[in-house]
Nanobody, 123 residues
Framework: QVQLVESGGGLVQAGGSLRLSCAASGRTYAMGWFRQSPGKEREFVAAINWSGGSTEYDDSVKGRFTISRDNAKNTVYLQMNNLKPEDTADYYC???????????????????WGQGTQVTVSS
């Protein structure tokens, strides 16, 4: 059983930065961040493999967001710079507790989810 707890969300002006954290209890391998706005589907933001050597990003955040992890702390981070109003959403951390190769942008790949943290970017 894996529990994920996100933190770091809040209100920020456009152009500002936030760093989200996701603390995990239990074994995790690939981890990802997704986001969901009201009335929209949950969408992929970024993912990282167990070693941190492989990452993927959605095109909408590439160059602005950075995913990283500290396995000693069992924590994954999402550094978000140059935030835009369209980044406003609830952000969810997801983990894959199964040892397997690769990363995925699909929600179905991940078998544990956090409760989410809200990010609001004002214009």
């Amino acid at each position: 059983q894996v529990q994920l707890v996100e933190s770091g969300g809040g209100l920020v002006q456009a152009g500002g930065s936030l760093r989200l954290s996701c603390a995990a209890s239990g074994r995790t391998y690939a981890m990802g961040w997704f986001r969901q706005s009201p009335g929209k589907e949950r969408e992929f933001v970024a993912a990282i493999n167990w070693s941190g050597g492989s990452t993927e990003y959605d095109d909408s955040v590439k160059g602005r967001f950075t995913i990283s992890r500290d396995n000693a702390k069992n924590t994954v981070y999402l550094q978000m710079n140059n935030l835009k109003p369209e980044d406003t959403a609830d952000y969810y951390c997801a983990s894959d507790s199964r040892l397997r190769a690769g990363l995925s942008r699909s929600k179905d790949w991940y078998n544990y989810w956090g409760q989410g943290t809200q990010v609001t970017v004002s214009s």
